[in-house]
């Protein structure tokens, strides 16, 4: 109890304010009276006054308070008008700190957070800036530079987003957050507000973008498109028999065009046939080169053939794509395969079948591969012929297994097809001390083809011996029907060397 009509008084304040002012007794309502009532400072200190006068009459007892210390919420008393941290308040006994967002730096005044947002280089032909987290609030107290830097020949256009939220001021032009343009030697801005800059085009292939931002505000930020065209080149025009892609109504700085030719025709370039010529678009708006010139395919001149003539299809002797030749074999020759050729895509002259190997003209039967000198007729005291005077002569080599010692002897016959040759009877006959007339084994026989001498005869044709037929009256005392076939396991090809002779005509009996 406090003295009352208050000549005694408790006076509590903070600093210059007081908080209260009490006097009384509990038990009346009549004074004012702390009860039971929490008196909170603002301040971390607080002062008690009590005042008394000359008299205690009622032997007043006086008062008795308890006082604690409680820890202030800074972060929870924080409002939108007054934040005290930039993303994130932590309190603590006596105080609070800040932190930021991942990828955020807190700024020196221990409040804000800013970004690292200089440096980056964008080398892409089109792409994409933004303030950090846009469409969110940017950071604060940040200096942001981007450079757009693309080759010599194109030029920048900047397409704002319409969202366009930078702190502003209303009798100012953008004192406290602004953005910039610079291309080559022009600037836009500074922009602020939330009116969108719209479209940019630049004449530069250079672009800085800055960005400025104070340590106040809770704007949104931009975002911009950029995109690129380049010099404009003239459309060419493609010569006859010229084949260009793509095709477009217009072609700019690094677009490229290919030539080819229609088939039938093969480019040239300086002089020299080539299968495609590529055309690049220049900084400067120029071709790379001049559009070439397509001609058509010359096979040149066919190829000789021995004892054939070359007849052209057409009559100027064109050798040109599509032109035709054929090969003639001369006086009794015979053509063993395909003597059409056309001039085809590559420049070859090909046949029906697309290959390019070359015909062959042989003799007929009985037809020596070379003019036979007029004085030789037959082979007369042993004088060696030339090659191919008798492409039907073959050797051959004989072994008699049967008799003992082994016996071994050559002899000669004639090529009557691909498979048969003809010779005397007693070559192939077993020479065994009997009077039989028994064959040598087949696969005692070796026959030796377009051979000239003996010498050659490992790097001549030589087959096996399928079978062996002894004429039946063959007559060994006096060689009566003295004749032979031999059926050889694998046929021959004719050649130069290697061709049949003539047999009779059939017996009419």
């Known amino acids: 109890s406090i003295c009352n009509r208050c000549f005694c008084v408790l006076q509590v304040e903070a600093g210059v304010e007081v908080l209260a002012l009490f006097c009384g007794k509990e038990q009346t309502d009549t004074e004012t009276v702390p009860g039971q009532q929490f008196i909170i400072s603002p301040r971390n200190s607080l002062s008690i006054l009590f005042t008394s ?18 820890d202030v919420d800074e972060c929870r008393e924080q409002s939108d008008e007054n ?79 319409p969202r366009f939220d930078v702190e502003d001021h209303p009798e100012a032009t953008c004192p406290y957050d602004y953005l910039k343009i610079e291309a080559g030697g022009e600037a836009f801005g500074p922009f602020c ?28 930020g931009w975002r911009l498109t950029y995109t690129s065209s380049g010099s404009q080149c003239p459309v060419p025009e493609a010569p006859t028999n010229t084949v ?75 050798t040109l794509f599509g032109a035709t030749v054929r090969y003639m074999c001369r006086e009794d020759g015979v053509t063993l ?50 090659p191919g005077l008798f492409p039907w002569q073959v050797l051959l080599s004989v072994e008699d297994l049967s008799r003992v010692p082994e016996d071994r002897w050559f002899g000669s016959g004639a090529l009557l097809s691909e498979s048969w040759v003809i010779t005397a009877a007693h070559v192939l006959r077993s020479q065994r001390r009997d009077t039989s007339v028994v064959p040598v084994a087949p696969e005692n026989v070796k026959v ?15 087959r096996s011996v399928q079978h062996i037929f002894l004429h039946p009256d063959f007559q060994p005392n006096n060689y009566n029907n003295d004749i032979a076939l ?8 004719f050649n130069q060397l290697i061709h049949p002779v003539c047999l009779p005509p059939p017996s009419r009996q």
């Open 193 to 220: 507000g939330n009116r969108s800059p719209g479209v940019l085009q630049t004449d530069s292939n250079v672009v800085t973008v800055t960005f400025h931002s104070d340590n106040s505000g809770e704007n949104n």
């Open 486 to 493: 031999l059926r050889l396991t694998v046929r021959v090809e």
């Open 337 to 386: 395969n395909n003597s059409s050729y056309r001039c085809g895509l590559t420049g070859d002259w090909t046949d029906a079948e697309g290959g390019t190997a070359l015909p062959s003209c042989l003799p007929a039967c009985g037809r020596p591969s070379r003019a036979l000198p007029p004085q030789v007729k037959r082979i007369v005291g042993g004088r060696s012929a030339e």
């Open 53 to 70: 006068d000359f008299s205690n009459e009622e032997r007043y007892s006086g008062f008795m308070a308890h006082y604690s210390a409680v």
């Open 244 to 318: 260009m892609s793509p095709v477009q109504s217009e072609y700019s700085f690094k677009d490229h065009v290919l030539f080819t030719c229609e088939p039938g025709y093969r480019l040239l370039k300086d002089g020299e046939l080539q299968d495609h010529l590529q055309l690049d678009c220049r900084a400067d708006g120029s071709w790379s080169g001049r559009p070439p010139r397509c001609q058509m395919v010359d096979c040149g001149s066919p190829k000789m053939v021995d004892m054939a003539d070359v007849v052209f299809g057409n009559h100027d002797n064109s």
């Open 83 to 161: 934040l005290l941290c930039d993303h994130f308040c932590h309190n603590h006994i006596g105080g609070y700190y800040c932190s930021c967002r991942y990828g955020y730096l807190l700024h020196s005044d221990s409040r804000t957070c800013k970004v690292e947002c200089s440096g980056a280089v964008f080398r892409e032909r089109s792409g994409v800036l933004s303030s950090m987290d846009f469409p969110a609030p940017y950071p604060k107290s940040s200096e942001c530079s981007y450079r757009i830097e693309l080759e010599a020949g194109f030029r920048l256009q900047l397409q704002f987003d």
């Open 448 to 462: 030796f083809l377009g051979l000239h001498s003996l010498r050659d005869k490992p790097q001549s044709i030589s």
